[in-house]
């Protein structure tokens, strides 16, 4: 059966793989890493833009572990 179809009806697991993490700096307070350890560029821009639009830094918690949610999807389905 194809893994899209399977992810749909509930039948396989997304691979807990990357991290959310504190960086340190305002903004973002937080950064989407991957399995290497290496910063989601695509995720710390959004999370930028989010926390300069002055949100309380647990939103922009929140939303970064929605995103960190999203790719660990992406990465399971191959997509770039």
């Known amino acids: 059966m194809d893994l899209r179809v399977q992810l749909m009806e509930g039948r396989a697991d997304v691979p807990r793989v990357g991290s959310l993490v504190t960086s340190g700096r305002l903004h973002p307070p937080v950064l989407v890493l991957d ?44 997509v770039a």
């Open 35 to 78: 399995g290497d350890g290496v910063e989601v560029e695509a995720a710390t821009g959004y999370l930028r833009d989010l926390a300069v639009g002055d949100c309380s830094p647990l939103t922009c918690r929140s939303y970064g572990f929605g995103l960190l949610r999203w790719f660990r999807l992406l990465w399971l389905l191959g």
